[in-house]
Structure formats: C-alpha cells, structure tokens
C-alpha cells in the first residue's frame, strides 16, 4: 500500500525541510531558563530539562491518574507545552505582572512557532497546546498536575531555595496549585504532606495561612 504524499503548506520548502526547520527551532527552548533549582541547587533547570522530566515523571506516575490517560499523548502534550516560551520568556509562577500578558504573548508565539511545521503536523501540535491550556480532558488534567508537582518536588529536594528566595507564601502556593488534585488528587496530597509541609515547618515558605 503507498503512502499518499502529503503537500507541503510552504510550496518553496519540502516537507522535510520544514520539519527539520521546527526541530532546530525548538533547540532554542534549551536556553529558557526557569526558576526552579536542579536537585544539588547548582544552577537553575531550563525549559528542555523541565519538559523531559515531566514527560518521565508521566511514565512512571500515570497509575496515580484520577482518570484513565493516554500516556503517549499526555507525554507529547507536556514535551511541547512550553515550546512557546521560545518568543515569550519564561513566566514565573509568583510574578502577577507577567502573568497578566502571559496569555497574548504565548498565543502569538504558539502561531510563529507550530508554523514553521507542515500544516497536518502544525494543527495537531496547536491543538494539544490549546487542550494543555484549557484542561478539559483527562490527559490535559494530569499533564497540568505534573507541571505542578514537578517544580514542588524540586523546590523540596532543594531545601526550599527558589522559595526561600523569592519569599513564597503558602497561599500563593495554593492559589497555583487549586486544581492540582483535577489530575491525580493522590498525588497533589503526597506533594502536599512530602514536599510542602516540612519547608513550611522550616521556615522556607511563608505561612501566611494554614495548610
């Protein structure tokens, strides 16, 4: 049986040239730095690092889901969700000014970027970063729960340092994470009693209300 032939979405471009332009594209995602430490505390994870954790993280924890997942996808959503960073930076969790344009600039890069793809493979990638975005599906839910879960396991393994740092409050901590359980509510209360509580009685986050 042939495969049919796909036309290109650039016509001056083959198909394969514009897969390859994608791929170099999206190595620029291992130099957006985030906030949180790497274990050890040495230097600080970038987008790449964060994304491969997760999708590993998913693997492993997938059983812990409150709904049956499809991993693969799940895995993809999370290998490509902050690909848009790219263009519009890495928006901290805590920063409210950010946050405030996070939307618009992630949209417009989402369009440049997903772009340079053959259309087929464009639209399919832009649709899981917009099913990550709006969390209405199983897969999106858990994927929102380890983009959670991942830096709180990291900010703990690193004896609270990002937070102590940035003087995180708890209930900036719970404000982020008030839809955390949506994906695996077992293990948004392992995180919680693991990796939360003791910074807390550490004094690394600022308890400015009960856990």
């Given at each position: 049986m042939n495969t049919p032939k796909i036309?290109?979405?650039?016509?001056?471009?083959?198909?394969?040239?514009?897969?390859?332009?994608?791929?170099?594209?999206?190595?620029?995602e291992k130099f957006i730095g985030r906030q949180t430490y790497l274990t050890g505390a040495a230097r600080k994870e970038n987008d790449?690092?964060?994304?491969?954790h997760m999708a590993l993280m998913t693997i492993l924890l997938s059983e812990y889901s409150n709904e049956p997942i499809d991993v693969l996808k799940t895995v993809t959503m999370l290998l490509?969700?902050?690909?848009?960073?790219?263009?519009?930076?890495?928006?901290?969790?805590?920063?409210?000014?950010?946050?405030a344009t996070q939307s618009e600039r992630e949209e417009k890069a989402a369009e440049r970027i997903f772009g340079?793809?053959?259309?087929?493979?464009?639209?399919?990638?832009r649709k899981l970063w917009e099913e990550f975005e709006e969390r209405k599906t199983p897969e999106a839910r858990f994927a929102r729960t380890m983009d959670n879960v991942q830096p709180i396991m990291l900010n703990a393994a690193t004896d609270g340092k990002a937070w102590e740092e940035h003087q995180v409050k708890l209930s900036q901590i719970l404000k982020r994470n008030e839809r955390t359980a949506e994906g695996s509510e077992e293990l948004w209360?392992?995180?919680r009693k693991n990796f939360i509580e003791p910074n807390l009685k550490k004094g690394r986050i600022i308890a400015d209300r009960e856990l």
């Open positions: 036309t290109p979405s650039h016509p001056e471009q083959s198909r394969l040239d514009q897969q390859f332009d994608f791929i170099r594209e999206i190595d620029k790449a690092e964060h994304a491969w490509i969700h902050d690909i848009v960073e790219i263009d519009a930076g890495d928006t901290y969790a805590y920063d409210e000014a950010a946050k340079l793809l053959p259309k087929d493979q464009g639209q399919r990638l209360d392992y995180s």
